[in-house]
């Protein structure tokens, strides 16, 4: 048969089974922790990729060109102006 524990031993044998839980259940918080920091990382990534991708589409709204780009009629009249006003110096430069 086995040999019987001394009272002595059987106590060294808790302490060490009660050591090996402490460290197991450290180990445990740790890797949950490292999970749990991962996990926060990620979320900030995409959250910064959420809001880089926002960005360039706004930018990408604002570059294209839309009905909210139409030249004003007094615009086109001070075009046209300069236009004649120009034509009437190259045609007074040329034949005069």
Partial sequence: MADALSD??????EALRAEKAAREQQA???RER???EQLRA?????EQD???DRRIEAARQRME???D???PLAQKIILVACVI???VVVWYVLFR
């Avoid at 990620?42 to 995409?46: L, P």
């Fill in 69 to 71: 780009l139409k030249m």
């Fill in 34 to 36: 490292a999970e749990l």
């Fill in 65 to 67: 060109p839309g009905d």
């Fill in 85 to 87: 006003v120009f034509a």
């Fill in 8 to 13: 002595e031993e059987r106590a060294e044998l």
């Fill in 28 to 30: 445990a918080a740790a």
């Fill in 42 to 46: 990620e979320q900030a990534r995409a």
């Fill in 50 to 52: 959420a809001e880089a």
